[in-house]
């Protein structure tokens, strides 16, 4: 086996000598692995593309649905969806494992594909161009702002597994890469080059690169503000790393990669960046605690293009001077975030808002992101929630029910299902739009309660007589707002307003917070909601909605929750899609990915 000089350096091409009898056949092969490299961007291009047409071809299709030249085309996607929308064990569906596949295809094809096998440093080189690709791949599923979410129907959350997957492909091949490499030259005597500069990059780049999945893999779930910085750091050590590992243009095209990866990035960057300035200006947001560690936040200032169901990353310096969160939109007029606590930042908001009730803060909003079909298309619309999923269909239910016409014939069924009364109580305002609207009988409602109340806890009683309401009143005593609030109860609703209108007035900010929380429960009881003890039946619940539907009719169904909840729903529509029936359009949101 041939050797190159002491001066050359490792890289995803290979070693390289300025005068070299090797240089030829490494010449020979930077060639063939540039080739290779535009072959698997244009293969996932092609994967891309697919997609495209595919999200096309069917919003044609449905837009001409009684056409009998579309029929093959219609007939053909929904016999392909019946069977690629069902849940499979380690996937989200069975498209998306079929993905994961070609996508693990792609990648051996290309590994191996005309690598000469004579020296296994070409098999290192082969390994490092591919991980060059696949880093660049992993950035641009990241990146917020791209034509995927208008050219498909996957905004960049939804597409957060095939990053996650991308980048333990670009692990595995930086290690291998690494491995193959270290052994070539040890076992060739040329330990010395292992200590050039160039090779001290790429050391530095594989373990950030490393780190960076262990983190994904560890915090991402559990401590997701130390993850992101973690995340955010090591990105750049490791694009600074990969340009220093091939510091030239040519006759590399490794430094071009890294280039093109860190404009991309930064230009990602700058848009977000720009969209937070601007609706910084004239901005703030009013914060209001919620029972059960909700928090309710309205902004003074409307998002364009901003619609319930969409989400948006917000920014409360006073909160966390440095970061920004991404929060479900549930109105828009004017613009409003109910907000579930658990740690970290939604944790020290909840406990602003409850000690400062009503105040005012500096903010800033960026987005909308997250795509979904438009529900006032369908002839129904089935709804579907878990626990604080109902930020995603309240929102949709409410905006749905506003713009329906008069003379509109569409169906709305709405199944959420939760703990307790407290959730309920996030959305007094909705719920009572939704029950109180002219339309109001065109949406068929379902709360059901998971488990039973515990009567004896004021944050969780709700009054159901005037009797109790009075108790429930009067159980504010002991404070400054006793006097005041001891007057004859007319009704639930009544009751609550003067409630709230004593709140504002009252200065000390515990009993502040305590008396909104409380006229909040008590808002619930002059809604007559058709609240139904017991889990839903879910499965029963969208299969009737959809096989009672005529073959004409156009259905979505759309759910929001827990894992298992919207399992059930992904494989009962997939179950109800006929090639002879409804049109059937499927959209989950989950917890995380």
């Known amino acids: 086996m041939q050797s190159p000089p002491p001066t050359s350096s490792l890289s995803p091409s290979g070693p390289q000598g300025v005068s070299n009898p090797n240089q030829g056949w490494m010449a020979a092969r930077l060639r063939v692995n540039v080739t290779i490299s535009t072959y698997y961007a244009i293969s996932l291009s092609i994967l891309i593309a697919i997609f495209i047409v595919g999200h096309w071809t069917r919003h044609l299709s449905r837009s001409a649905s009684r056409s009998r030249a579309l ?55 082969r390994f490092g161009w591919m991980a060059t690709g696949n880093l660049a791949f992993v950035v641009f599923l990241a990146l917020k702002n791209t034509p995927l979410a208008i050219l498909t129907a996957y905004s960049y959350e939804r597409l957060n597994s095939l990053h996650q997957i991308a980048g333990y492909t670009t692990l595995l091949y930086t290690i291998l890469h690494a491995a ?7 076992s060739s005597g040329r330990t010395h080059i292992l200590q050039e500069d160039i090779v001290t990059a790429g050391i530095v780049l594989g373990f950030a690169m490393f780190f960076t999945v262990l983190a994904g893999m560890t915090l991402r779930r559990f401590k997701y503000e130390l993850f992101y910085v973690i995340h955010l750091a090591l990105f750049v050590v490791i694009v600074v790393t990969l340009g220093l590992h ?37 901005n703030e947001a009013t914060v209001f605690p919620l029972p059960n560690g909700g928090t309710r936040i309205v902004l003074k200032k409307p998002m364009a293009r901003a ?53 005012n803060l500096a903010v800033s909003v960026e987005g909308p992101y ?29 905006d749905m029910i506003q713009r329906l016409g008069t003379d509109s014939s569409k169906q709305i069924e709405f199944i959420w299902a939760t703990r307790g009364t407290d959730n309920i109580s996030w959305f007094t305002q909705h719920l009572n739009r939704l029950i109180s609207h002219e339309h109001a009988p065109r949406i068929n409602l379902r709360l059901h309660l998971t488990r039973a109340e515990k009567m004896d806890s004021p944050s969780t009683h709700i009054p159901s007589s005037p009797s109790q309401l009075s108790t429930a009143v009067a159980s504010l005593s002991a404070t400054p707002l006793e006097k005041s609030l001891e007057s004859p109860v007319l009704s639930a609703q009544t009751s609550s307003v003067v409630l709230r209108e004593r709140c504002l007035e009252n200065v000390d900010k515990q009993e502040k917070a305590e008396c909104i929380e409380k006229e909040i429960l008590l808002a619930i009881d002059g809604l007559n909601l058709p609240i139904i003890h017991g ?59």
């Open 370 to 398: 997250g795509t979904f079909p438009d529900p006032m298309k369908y002839d129904k619309v089935v709804l579907v929630a878990g626990g604080s999923g109902a930020t995603f269909t309240v929102g949709l239910a409410a």
């Open 307 to 359: 619609r319930p169901g969409k989400h948006c990353y917000v920014w409360l310096p006073h909160i966390r001077t440095f970061e920004t969160h991404p929060f479900t939109i549930v109105a828009t007029e004017p613009m409003e975030l109910i907000i579930n606590t658990y740690s970290g930042f939604t944790s020290d908001l909840h406990r602003y808002a409850s000690e400062n009730p009503g105040a």
């Open 246 to 282: 091939r510091p030239s243009f040519e006759p590399d095209k490794t430094l071009i990669v890294a280039v093109l990866i860190a404009s991309a990035w930064f230009s990602d960057r700058l848009i977000r960046l720009a969209r937070l300035v601007f609706n910084r200006i004239n």
């Open 535 to 593: 889990r839903p039946d879910v499965e029963l619940a969208v299969r009737e909605a959809i096989t009672s539907a005529s073959k004409d009719e156009r259905i979505l169904v759309a759910a929001c929750g827990p894992t298992g909840l919207v399992n059930i729903v992904r494989n009962t529509t997939a179950s109800c899609i006929r090639v002879d029936g409804p049109g059937v359009e499927l959209h989950c949101e989950q917890f995380g990915w």
């Open 180 to 186: 193959i490499y270290t052994y070539y030259f040890m």
């Open 71 to 125: 029929y093959p085309i219609t007939a053909f996607s929904r016999t392909i969806r019946k069977r690629c929308l069902r849940t499979l064990s380690g996937f989200t569906s069975v498209g998306h494992a079929i993905l994961v596949v070609i996508f693990v295809a792609l990648n051996a094809l290309f590994s191996f594909y005309q690598v000469d096998y004579s020296r296994i440093s070409n098999v290192a080189a």
